[in-house]
């Protein structure tokens, strides 16, 4: 039983909730959690079972016997074959096996015996945390909604971890909070039934990259136009990125074989060498039955455009707030035309393509054909035979690695080859980090090195499941803020089941200095006109972020005249505003201040909300 305050209601795309188990002492956190907006899904004893925020679209639950299941986001499965799954269900472990086989993005909730299991993706799109509220074990998928209940403050070596360029796993997932724990996204949390005890449990494990591509670019289609096919089903008016890409391109021809009607959104970059527009008016004219809307170049934001005004709650800095003005400015216009719902083909960078990394290992293991690669890519990238050496020499396990960068943070950045070969790119941080934000940092990279564990043993897909991880931490807060301004957003590309049917691909076939993103092409033959095959590039847009540095550094000097970092002790705002002052200065042009502006943007987010407390300055 779903129980509704009058006043509640969540648009699609936003929906958030904690789980609690069928005790007394739950049940008391729960009503402290509930406000005049909040859902509530029961257990047969009438207590709170979820409380949050969801729209009716983005929820199934059933019930049979000891058994309940709740499945919140975009999945085609309805309550009867829910149900069907609830009535088999013996234990929790179980549901591995129905995880890992419906389509879309969700959470997974159940209940069983008075014991609890709540799973995000294994994407990392959608986030699990748990933390001890009330004597009870309380599991959510914000990690500020348990900080609010704890009253917690920011923990400060989270914040100067969070300066560090890129940060590396597993630093990224733990919370900026302490007494919070995340789940990993590959874990499910189980809850006791008396909700005083939790484990981690693996669910999800990336397949064996074994397939040929000529097996595997059928079953990526089919994914991929499944994954398309559970957002638009409903029918209405759905729109969709149409940037020329093959990513963006592939969903929109999907989509426009649905029964939704399609908007196509052109979004042409400021650099006449962009080719953009060309490739998606090329698409276009084989969309008849498409609207197609090109908008205005030089009325879209740019890179840093409005970094003062963003007042989201998010649970951690994002480097997405950059972006954030661009990838909302033109939502408004598409609700307009009655878009319910904009499908975009982010992620298809990550999945269809994959990190040259593999090579580390095929140079071992198939030496010949690893070298001629090898070849091409040095000729593709320019990369220098010794850095090219170096990298593929360079056998250190990822405990190692990690621990070694710790003692090099001010370095210059490494080289791309040995960023490329390697196991990602080695952490830095800048002149304006003081050294005490330093120290933290490197003490948290020491511990972490010491159990380190990378994500797969074969850097290849280590770098890929990172990257993968590292693009949803992002789109999951812009999907947030783009609910929140009424159209919500999808990438199809990062539901599990497409990111299985890309990596079960062999990397050698997957990537290739002699093809561009070759697995996609394939899957998408007959389906995409060949002539929109054919792109072998992207447009890169490094003058909108050049020009937005230039043409918002005014906002980036107010950010630091007032700086939290600063209070804090963490950063030299000198040297950001004298920074500011110099927008054409040639290391900017790397990005290297993103992750400075997202930790910044951050806690003034904080400070304006009702929900966690910044920290206080020193």
């Known amino acids: 039983m779903t129980e509704l305050h009058e006043s509640a209601g969540a648009g ?38 979820l409380v949050g925020q969801w729209h009716d679209q983005e929820i199934t639950s059933a019930r049979a016997g000891h058994a309940a299941l709740a499945v919140i986001g975009t999945c085609p499965i309805d309550s009867a074959e829910l149900e069907r799954h609830a009535g088999r269900l013996r234990d929790l472990a179980g549901l591995d096996a129905l995880a890992r086989s419906l389509p879309g993005s969700f959470h997974l909730v159940a209940a069983l015996d008075g014991r609890l299991r709540i799973q995000g993706t294994a994407s990392g799109l959608r986030l699990v945390f748990h933390a001890p509220v009330g004597g009870v074990q309380v599991a959510a998928t914000s990690a500020e909604v348990l900080a609010a209940a704890l009253g917690a403050e920011p923990d400060e070596e989270q914040l100067a971890v969070r300066l560090l360029w890129p940060v590396p796993h597993p630093l990224a997932e733990t919370p900026m909070w302490r007494g919070i724990t995340a789940v990993s996204p590959h874990d499910a949390l189980v809850v006791s039934a008396d909700g005083r005890t939790v484990r981690h449990s693996r669910w999800w494990r990336p397949p064996e990259p074994v397939r040929t591509l000529a097996d595997g670019a059928p079953l990526v289609r089919e994914a991929l136009a499944e994954a398309v096919d559970a957002r638009t089903r409903q029918g209405g008016v759905v729109s969709c990125d149409l940037s020329g890409g093959l990513d963006s391109t592939s969903v929109c021809f999907l989509a426009a074989r649905s029964p939704a009607r399609v908007v196509a959104s052109t979004w042409p970059g400021r650099d006449p060498a962009d080719t953009d527009l060309y490739w998606a008016e090329q698409a276009a004219r084989s969309l008849p039955d498409v609207e197609h809307v090109v908008w205005d170049a030089d009325a879209s934001p740019l890179v840093y455009s409005d970094l003062l005004g963003i007042d989201d709650l998010l649970d951690e800095p994002t480097i997405g707030v950059m972006d954030r003005s661009r990838v909302l400015h033109h939502l408004p216009g598409l609700a307009e035309r009655g878009s319910r719902l904009h499908l975009t083909g982010i992620g298809g960078d990550h999945v269809a393509w994959c990190s040259e990394a593999y090579y580390h290992r095929l140079l071992r293991t198939r030496p010949l054909f690893a070298l001629g690669r090898l070849r091409g890519f040095r000729a593709l990238w320019q990369w220098p035979v010794g850095d090219m050496a170096r990298a593929l020499a360079d056998s250190r396990p990822y405990g190692k690695w990690l621990a070694d960068s710790s003692g090099r943070l001010r370095d210059p950045l490494a080289s791309t080859v040995r960023t490329s070969l390697g196991w990602g790119m080695p952490p830095r941080l800048f002149g304006w980090v003081t050294p005490d934000a330093q120290q933290m940092a490197r003490r948290a990279l020491r511990e972490a090195a010491a159990k380190a564990v990378p994500l797969h043993p074969d850097r290849g897909l280590h770098t890929d499941l990172e990257q993968i991880l590292a693009c949803t931490r992002i789109i999951r807060q812009w999907d947030r803020m783009a609910a929140r301004a009424g159209v919500p957003m999808a990438s199809p590309f990062l539901d599990d089941r497409v990111i299985e049917a890309c990596l079960a691909v062999r990397p050698g076939e997957r990537v290739t200095p002699w093809a561009y993103k070759p697995l996609l092409t394939a899957a998408m033959s007959g389906i995409v006109p060949d002539a929109c095959l054919r792109r072998t590039n992207k447009a890169a847009a490094s003058m909108d972020a050049s020009n937005g540095l230039r043409e918002h550094r005014a906002d980036l000097l107010r950010l630091w005249e007032d700086s939290r970092l600063e209070q804090l002790g963490l950063v030299d705002g000198a040297a950001l505003r004298r920074l500011a002052q110099r927008p054409a200065t040639p290391e900017l042009r790397d990005a290297i201040l993103y992750s400075t502006i997202a930790a910044e943007v951050w806690l003034r987010g904080l400070s304006r909300s009702p929900g966690p407390r910044a920290p206080a300055a020193r």
């Open 12 to 49: 699609p795309g936003d929906a958030h909730f904690t789980v609690f188990t069928d005790c007394e002492d739950a049940a008391a956190v729960a009503r402290s959690l509930s406000h005049p907006r909040t859902r509530t899904l029961k257990h047969p004893s009438g207590r709170p079972w």
